[in-house]
């Protein structure tokens, strides 16, 4: 045969293997590009860490350490907010900036609709604990490593629009890989709204015509209508997806939470039917809440022992207990405080009427069920009476918020309600107003860190600095 006949095969062979080779080493069922959809399923699996950690619930007192009880002293103050950035909110960057978007994954406006609720649900959560942030010149990697930082009334009118912008462009049609809704974007738009209608009234202290403004234009365009619709996180079975609590309580074995004595002490006179939901009894049958911010060496000891108080009730503690983050008795308080403040109409007739409903559904959401809650609406400490409307309001969504610890604290911050007071000998120090930034930020970015921190907190990265709203 021809040497360059010769020649030319065993280039053909060369190639055609080397085809071969690279065909069986591509897994069809692991692609190495995520689509954009699944690039939201994966910031929909942060949305957990909202609610569920080591430190939301002991700011609200919804919890108290029973042991190792730094954190309900306040001994950590800076906070780490990268993973965040580079997490869920550089997934749903990557979905908001692409040019590829897949029309077979669901029409394209829903799918950019539900990227930029998530987009405004995680950074209203952020600004919250933090204040001013890296917003405008956020998100975008290598191209810039040192964004400047917002203001926090920027941060929230800027989201306000994101989330106009949103509800704007829903049409009819699913989105694939939604692990929250199933791909249900009316829920999507009646989501974007009610974050939108509680980041409104968050602003009550500061700015009650902005408020008033962003509040009933939320409103008009449909928020939620029953917990059917509550953004809600299930947890599965798999280790990968375990409750939060479940794998502290069940699975590390270590019983460090008891339900608190603040919020007990309130519940429990009450015969509020949420508290054996709350909490398990003691060894004695009864509901025994743990006094707050205890030291350490005593924390587990003698009338404080673990035999005498109530650890969180056992089906808030399983490996599949769902987590509540946005809620419709949440957005009933709401409407109830919006009608006492006369932003929208009825006065104390419709004011009365949202906080019962609010309290049924809350009631219905915890439970499964309304036994108890005829008897428990008929008290006066807990009807609704004009003249200490906002205080009772504040009080039950404390109570419904049991939990959801970063939520609670920020309607503490914004309300001055419930009453709580700081660890006794706790060395000054108060409850916290916010979390200090992480400190790296000093080293990787610095100038403007240091104005952020000067603009909003007069030079001091304190947590006894409030944000802008806490008024």
């Known amino acids: 045969m021809n040497k360059l006949y010769i020649y030319i095969l065993a280039l053909c062979l060369l190639a055609a293997c080397n085809d071969f080779e690279d065909d069986i080493n591509v897994n069809p069922n692991q692609p190495s590009q995520a689509s954009n959809t699944q690039l939201l399923a994966n910031a929909m699996r942060y949305l957990p860490g909202i609610s569920s950690s080591a430190y939301g619930p002991l700011y ?5 350490e ?7 002293r306040y001994n950590t103050i800076y906070f780490d907010f990268y993973s965040y950035y580079t997490g869920p909110l550089m997934n749903i960057q990557k ?36 204040g001013d942030l890296p917003y405008s010149e956020a998100l975008q990697g290598k191209e810039d490593f040192t964004p400047a930082y917002d203001s926090q009334e920027d941060i929230y009118n800027a989201l306000f629009s994101l989330l106009d912008e949103a ?38 202290e500061v700015d009650p015509a902005t408020a008033s403004t962003e509040f009933n234009k939320a409103m008009d365009a449909g928020t939620f209508t ?29 019983e460090w939470y008891a339900v608190s004595k603040p919020l007990v002490d309130y519940m429990k006179p009450l ?16 509901y025994v809440g743990l006094a707050y911010g205890l030291p350490g060496d005593v924390a587990n000891t003698g009338q404080y022992s673990k035999d005498s108080i109530s650890i969180l009730g056992a089906n808030l503690r399983q490996a599949t207990t769902p987590v509540y983050l946005v809620t419709y008795a949440e957005a009933l308080f709401a409407q109830a405080e919006a009608a006492k403040r006369g932003w929208i109409g009825g006065g104390n007739a419709a004011a009365e009427e949202y906080y019962t409903t609010a309290i049924e559904a809350s009631v219905q959401q915890w439970n499964g069920n309304t036994d108890g809650l ?38 503490w911050r914004r309300t001055g309600f419930p009453i709580l007071s700081p660890p006794e000998n706790n060395s000054g120090r108060d409850i916290p107003l916010r979390q200090a930034y992480p400190t ?32």
Not at 237 to 250: G, I, L, R
């Open 60 to 64: 609200p007192q919804h919890l108290s």
């Open 66 to 72: 029973t042991e190792y009880t730094d954190a309900s």
């Open 95 to 130: 979905v908001l900036d692409s040019d590829e978007l897949n029309a077979n994954e669901g029409p394209i406006a829903n799918q950019l609709a539900v990227a930029k609720i998530l987009k405004a649900y995680f950074f209203w959560f952020m600004t919250d604990r933090w």
């Open 167 to 204: 509800n704007a462009q829903i049409v009819d049609g699913d989105i694939e890989n939604d692990i929250v809704y199933g791909g249900d974007t009316d829920k999507w738009r009646r989501l974007g709204n009610t974050i939108h209608m509680l980041m409104a009234l968050r602003l009550s």
């Open 226 to 254: 029953s917990n059917d619709d509550n953004l809600v996180y299930q947890h599965l079975a798999d280790a990968d997806n375990w409750n939060y609590w479940y794998n502290v309580f069940e699975n590390l074995n270590r």
């Open 271 to 286: 015969n509020d039917p949420r508290l054996p939901t709350f909490a398990e009894p003691n060894v004695d049958g009864e």
């Open 374 to 411: 005829e008897s428990f609406l008929a008290q006066a400490e807990v009807q609704y009476n004009a003249e200490d409307a906002i205080e009772k309001i504040a009080y039950q969504k404390w109570v419904h918020l049991f939990m959801h610890g970063y939520e609670a604290w920020a309607e």
């Open 440 to 471: 790296q930020e000093f080293q990787n970015n610095q100038d403007n860190y240091q104005e952020a921190v000067q603009r909003a907190f007069g030079g001091e990265d304190e947590p006894e600095k409030s944000v802008w709203w806490d008024k």
